[in-house]
């Protein structure tokens, strides 16, 4: 009986902390991505540029990265729009001058596939929108994870990704509470530890997603922080 319950406390860490470490590293790999296409912007520019990407691309698969530049000014606009994207461990550089009616919004997009990826696993983004008269300058970047797992596209690999980082740690939860209720005083300190750990690690997952990297920053600090007190004063205090 009691080797069947050690098998299953740790068959539970193993599942929960797999989910817990499978989190982080999501949410660690896109923060890379966007710190390294933020460390190409201007300072002196605005970054209030809308860009919309994919977190992840796979071998073969064309993604497209959209930029929503408005115009907020009571006459037609033709700022210049100009992306930069990697190439060849190289820039790609590409300009157009859409013109864009009073109070409205338009989409400019534009593709990007394996050949745009540096080091073989990141694809950086940055796009300027040109000052127009009134309408100061404003510029967005994003980086997108070059990966190829199972075959599948990079939208299939994000889900799969997600899904299994919460499923394992919800069932290394599962199983480590089912052998312990009802809960001793300690027992119930690591599940608030744990719990405390979980959440952290899920709302940088979600943070990650919706590529909030400042919030990512901290929730990934915090997370590391808890999870070292987690195993010295907690799981290796007697």
Not at 187 to 206: D, K, P, Q, Y
């Amino acid at each position: 009986m009691k080797f069947r319950a050690l098998i299953g406390s740790v068959f539970s860490l193993l599942f929960f902390l797999t989910g817990i470490f499978l989190e982080i590293a999501i949410s660690a790999s896109v923060l890379w991505g966007e710190l390294e296409a933020r460390s190409s912007m201007s300072s002196s520019v605005n970054s209030g540029l809308r860009l919309t990407c994919p977190h992840i691309l796979s071998l073969g698969e064309t993604g497209v990265v959209s930029a929503l530049v408005t115009n907020t000014l009571d006459q037609d606009i033709q700022p210049m729009i100009t992306a930069q994207i990697g190439r060849n461990n190289g820039v790609q550089q590409m300009s157009e001058t859409p013109t864009i009616a009073p109070r409205t919004s338009k989409t400019i997009q534009w593709k990007v596939d394996a050949a745009n990826s540096l080091y073989g696993r990141l694809i950086l983004v940055s796009v300027l929108q040109g000052k127009y008269e009134d309408l100061p300058a404003r510029q967005g970047s994003c980086g997108i994870i070059f990966l190829n797992l199972l075959g599948m596209n990079g939208r299939e690999t994000t889900i799969l990704l997600s899904c299994l980082s919460v499923g394992l740690l919800i069932l290394g939860a599962a199983i480590w509470l089912r052998g312990r209720l009802p809960l001793n005083p300690r027992a119930e300190n690591i599940a608030r530890s744990f719990s405390s750990l979980g959440i952290l690690t899920t709302v940088g997952l979600l943070a990650a997603l919706l590529r909030w990297w400042g919030l990512i920053i901290i929730l990934d600090a915090v997370a590391l922080i808890v999870l070292i007190v987690i195993f010295t004063d907690i799981l290796f205090n007697p």
